[in-house]
């Protein structure tokens, strides 16, 4: 994937707000090529696995419980520079901080019940890929 691709999830809250859409289209006009994309329910323990780099901070027990409270989208995005230009096409993590016209400015609730994930390196892309996708999933 080296710099071409990166993961997104679209968190619950923007799915039972209906933003799958409004959220997409923002990402196609900044240029990416979906190369896979599926609704899904992450289970708590699934939610656990995939966030375990955050195992023992205090908003671990939040963050899984807000990922399995209901359906997510998730998604591999490919453009040049996937991972750094998502990052700004997202915002900071912390609404209330994010840049005007960012997804996380527009669609976010709160900085614990965010829109969108979005990969913060090259490797963790891949990583995150392959946790909810299989080669036979993706173009």
Do not use: W
């Not at 997409?24 to 780099?53: C, Q, R, S, W």
């Not at 490919?78 to 527009?106: M, Q, S």
């Amino acid at each position: 994937m080296s710099g071409n691709q990166t993961f997104t999830i679209i968190k619950p809250v923007a799915v039972k707000n209906n933003y799958i859409g409004p959220i997409l289209k923002m990402i196609n006009e900044a240029g990416y090529t979906i190369k896979a994309l599926k609704i899904t329910h992450l289970t708590k323990n699934k939610a656990m696995e995939f966030y375990n780099v955050h195992a023992g901070k205090p908003f671990f027990e939040d963050l899984t419980s807000f990922m399995s409270s209901g359906h997510i989208v998730a998604a591999i995005l490919e453009k040049e520079n996937a991972v750094d230009d998502f990052r700004k096409l997202i915002g900071a993590t912390d609404p209330a901080k994010a840049e005007e016209g960012t997804i996380r400015k527009i669609y976010a609730e709160s900085m614990s019940h965010n829109a969108v994930h979005g990969s913060d390196s090259d490797e963790n892309a891949v990583i995150e890929s392959d946790f909810f996708f299989s080669k036979m999933e993706r173009y």
